[in-house]
């Protein structure tokens, strides 16, 4: 089974920027990156593909967020910008052999890493 590690989480204000890492010990066919508010469902927010173009956003980061890779590292990043309160959540990296933005259909998963952003 894959592993995964993210790293990057942490506190910041409203506007400002925040870049997610999740390093692969082996290859999926992406990494899609999820997030979990309390008390809520673990949401799509985007995915890369690790040999194609394949890259997709949910509606609510599109234009704020970019999702990158590095092929050689095994690492995707996730650049948030413009951060707002409501973007705060644990953010999961998550590979699986299928594209798809349901949290079920992923086996390897990351341990969450905690963005926390104030008003």
């Known amino acids: 089974q894959v592993q995964l590690v993210e790293s990057g989480g942490g506190s910041v204000q409203a506007g400002d920027s925040l870049r997610l890492s999740c390093a692969a010990s082996?290859?999926?066919?992406?990494v899609t990156w999820f997030r979990q508010a309390p008390g809520k469902e673990r949401d799509f927010v985007a995915l890369?593909?690790?040999?194609?173009?394949?890259?997709i956003y949910s509606d609510s980061v599109e234009g704020r967020f970019t999702i990158s890779k590095d092929n050689a590292k095994n690492t995707v990043y996730l650049q948030m910008n413009s951060l707002k309160p409501e973007d705060t959540a644990v953010y999961y990296c998550?590979?699986?052999?299928?594209?798809?933005?349901?949290?079920?259909?992923?086996?390897?998963w990351g341990q969450g890493t905690q963005v926390t952003v104030s008003a």
């Open positions: 890369i593909g690790w040999n194609d173009d394949t890259i």
């Open positions: 998550a590979g699986g052999s299928r594209y798809s933005f349901s949290q079920w259909d992923y086996a390897s």
């Open positions: 082996g290859r999926t066919l992406g």
